[in-house]
């Protein structure tokens, strides 16, 4: 049968399911065969001939074929899954039905009264001709069926992995009893030896992920809630202990990411030569890595209570993929994954001196949300990724991909997983200290060429994005200036760049109208205040730059201590607000020539589609106060109501949440009351006690020997002391990340979004009624 016979035969199929009055019995072979006999179709071709109207109108229409067509197909799959596909045409078969019921799925979901399909027990539909399985195994929702079957098929021999027979070419291997573990796809945790690349089996586990991952795709179909108790049935039966390989998929999938090298070799143009199948597995792998690792109910195993925690360690989740990601322990395993996702974060990085010469990976997102969970789920190795420089490898690609996307507003929501990394980190002491080693590799960026550490990259990176990043930013000036505030005590020494960037923010933020023209803009000052007070308390001596920055912009200050709060001022603040509505002024901070080879910063081009996100909890639920005490350990600060600086009035907080700053003004009135409560707060005293000492003397060195030059005044900077002349230090105040329900409803519907915009060759869910998140195009 030539190909273009059997993809007329596949398509007047198709057509029948519609059009028959009367629904095809499921013992008419001859009929259904010809949805999986083709021998030449692709996935393409699947969703070319099966359009959506169709499966749609079959649906509704003829909702027994549908149902006899979805079984069939996952009938063949547990075949093959049995008999270990030995010959191409079963393998054919196997792939064909795959692709179907990849195009079907999402109309099953997007329907409330079919969603529960899956998991009602078909009569009949049991493992067909298998008459000697016993019959509570024969009644296997048809959901467990074909995850099961999946799962057999990603280590079938000779179909997904290589054969490890030694006996005659025509003994099959036994599919039952196959021990995964020997069959893992790539080296790496927990296993030694990479077996050689072999590009077909590449493809047909992709196939077969593919469909995993749409079998996952039913949390796309439900609304966000906040009841985060809500499983998903799909990832909670596959990831659990039923599934007899869930030890070596979930191995394989995190070894075939943290392996992939996209420059091979370092050959230049290498990917124009081979289309690299191992990319298109890898960003599956990847993507079915994030939607597994999911928190099951809520967040119940993170705060037990401590007579239960020891049962809950010996046995962990439930969720066996999160279960085996928090039990990696081995520092090489450690260095793998670190390793191989730093050189992923990287390579979008990488320039050449030719153009086009290395393959641009583009999977950075579901990357970062594998190190995020990384972190989250495993704590040691969060502790490993901080104990070296190693970091830093982690944190250049983040603040590059920060600063690339801060004026494109299709990517909001990858601003924030990378702010969240950073905020995650940065409640980690030793954080702080590795930003103190110099910024030496240059990655053309679209910022101030500077020279100085890894501390000033981050800080010229974050002013920019406050400064001239798109209005939907906002929400996260908080989150950037926590990790200000949470790195500032170990920051050895700023350069003056950054220094004069830290103040502009400051007489940026300190303005009148933008202290009174929204409820929480004072606590930007609050932050800024309290991360000058760590670094001039705990780091005077390297920071004269800085020093010398306050000094030149006293006045800032002053004002502050100064700041109105008669009703007339409040008022006339406003008034000239509204004739200058831009948030932050983008003058006034020296704009000095942006580093070569770089791109400025651009918007989203018009019509890319974007995936809407849900709101983010404010700070004060992002974060938890510890204090530093003597030794260096943290200290948990208990929750207090009215005495921390950041006393956030909940009406107001409600209200930000609901509108945006702009149009919150006409909702909310700054009050006389409101600006005196927290005005007295503002930690001045270290800073004027400085000013008090330092100004005289300087102004004295400048009379004295008519200088105007910088370095006289650093040079005497960097000598003085105010050793016994400031108050006494406060302790340190670290705002660690809190994980909540909001936080867990975020990341949901983040990476989902991700996934569903990433999946469009073919098209997954294209054009289907999702839930999840709006699609929106710009």
């Known amino acids: 049968m030539g190909s273009t016979d059997s993809k007329l035969n596949f398509r007047k199929a198709v057509i029948q399911l519609t059009t028959k009055t009367q629904p095809v019995e499921a013992t008419d072979d001859a009929f259904w065969d010809q949805f999986w006999a083709d021998t030449t179709t692709t996935v393409q ?142 080296a790496g945790v927990g296993f030694a030896q990479s077996p050689p690349l072999n590009y077909i089996h590449d493809l047909n586990r992709t196939e077969l992920l593919r469909l995993l991952l749409t079998c996952f795709s039913e949390a796309m179909y439900l609304p966000p809630s906040s009841d985060n108790n809500v499983l998903n049935p799909w990832v909670t039966f596959f990831c659990s202990s039923e599934n007899r390989h869930a030890l070596p998929l979930f191995t394989s999938l995190l070894n075939v990411v943290c392996a992939y090298d996209p420059v091979g070799y370092g050959i230049p143009y290498n990917h124009l030569l081979f289309s690299d199948y191992r990319e298109q597995l890898v960003e599956q792998a990847v993507q079915i890595l994030i939607v597994t690792l999911e928190h099951e109910g809520g967040l119940a195993h993170r705060s037990a209570s401590p007579s239960s925690m020891e049962e809950q360690e010996s046995t962990g989740p439930d969720n066996l993929f999160v279960n085996y990601l928090s039990r990696i322990h081995r520092e090489e395993d450690y260095d793998f994954v670190l390793k191989g996702l730093a050189r992923l974060l990287t390579n979008p990085l990488t320039q050449t001196y030719l153009p086009n010469s290395t393959k641009k990976i583009q999977f950075h997102q579901e990357l970062l949300v594998l190190f995020w969970k990384l972190c989250d789920f495993n704590k040691k190795f969060l502790f490993f990724v901080l104990k070296s420089s190693d970091v830093l490898d982690i944190l250049v690609p983040i603040l590059f991909y920060l600063n690339d996307a801060r004026a494109d507003q299709s990517r909001v929501g990858l601003m924030h997983i990378g702010v969240f990394i950073l905020l995650l980190l940065s409640g980690e002491r030793n954080f702080g200290v590795r930003l103190n080693k110099p910024y030496s590799i240059h990655v053309p960026m679209d910022i101030p060429v500077f020279t100085g550490t890894h501390a000033d990259l981050l800080i010229v990176v974050f002013h920019k994005i406050i400064t001239s990043g798109h209005q939907r930013l906002q929400p996260l000036f908080d989150c950037l200036l926590t990790i200000v505030v949470n790195v500032s005590p170990y920051l050895k020494s700023l350069s003056m760049v950054a220094a004069n960037k830290l103040l502009h923010l400051l007489e940026a933020f300190s303005t009148n109208w933008f202290l009174f023209s929204a409820a929480q803009n004072h606590h930007l000052v609050f932050f800024l205040l309290e991360a000058f007070n760590n670094i001039i308390q705990y780091q005077f001596d390297g920071n004269c730059n800085l020093v010398y920055a306050i000094i030149r912009k006293r006045n800032v200050f002053h004002q502050l201590a100064n700041l109105p709060s008669d009703p007339g001022s409040i008022q006339k603040a406003l008034q000239r607000k509204r004739k200058s509505p831009d948030v932050i002024s983008r003058t006034s901070s020296q704009e000095t020539v942006s580093m070569e080879g770089s791109h400025p910063a651009v918007p989203a081009e018009p019509g890319t589609l974007k995936t809407s996100l849900v709101a983010m909890p404010g700070i004060d639920k992002l974060t938890e106060k510890s204090q530093v005490s003597e030794d260096g350990t943290m200290v948990s600060v208990p929750k207090t109501d009215g005495s921390h600086t950041l006393h956030s009035d909940q009406s107001a907080e409600m209200e930000r949440r609901r509108l945006s700053s702009a149009s919150s003004a006409s909702y909310w009135a700054p009050t006389s009351e409101w600006v005196l409560s927290w005005k007295c707060k503002l930690p001045l005293q270290t800073i004027m006690r400085l000013l008090q000492v330092l100004v005289p003397q300087v102004e004295k060195i400048c ?42 409803m975020w990341f949901r519907t983040y990476m989902w979004g991700v996934v569903y915009l990433r999946n469009v060759d073919p098209p997954i869910w294209y054009d289907t009624d999702v839930r999840l998140f709006e699609i929106q195009r710009m």
């Open 703 to 744: 009379i004295d020997k008519g200088l105007t030059d910088e370095s006289e005044i650093l040079k005497f900077l960097q000598h003085g002391t105010l050793v016994g002349l400031l108050p006494v230090p406060h302790p340190i105040l670290i705002r660690k990340y809190q994980a909540n329900a909001g936080t867990a």
């Open 45 to 186: 071709d699947v969703f070319a001939l099966v359009p959506a109207a169709e499966i749609r109108a079959v649906r509704e229409e003829s909702p027994s074929n549908l149902a006899t067509l979805c079984y069939k197909a996952v009938e063949k799959l547990v075949q093959g899954a049995e008999s270990g596909c030995p010959t191409e045409r079963e393998k054919q078969v196997v792939l064909n039905c795959t692709r179907i019921l990849s195009r079907i799925l999402p109309y099953i979901f997007e329907d409330q009264d079919w969603r529960g399909f899956f998991w009602s027990t078909v009569p009949g539909a049991g493992r067909a001709g298998t008459d000697e399985m016993d019959d509570d195994d024969g009644a296997r929702p048809l959901a467990e069926s074909l995850l099961l079957a999946i799962a057999d098929l990603l280590f079938c021999p000779d179909f997904t992995v290589h054969s490890h027979r030694r006996g005659p070419v025509d003994s099959v291997e036994d599919m039952q009893s196959i021990d995964s573990c020997e069959y893992i796809w790539e």
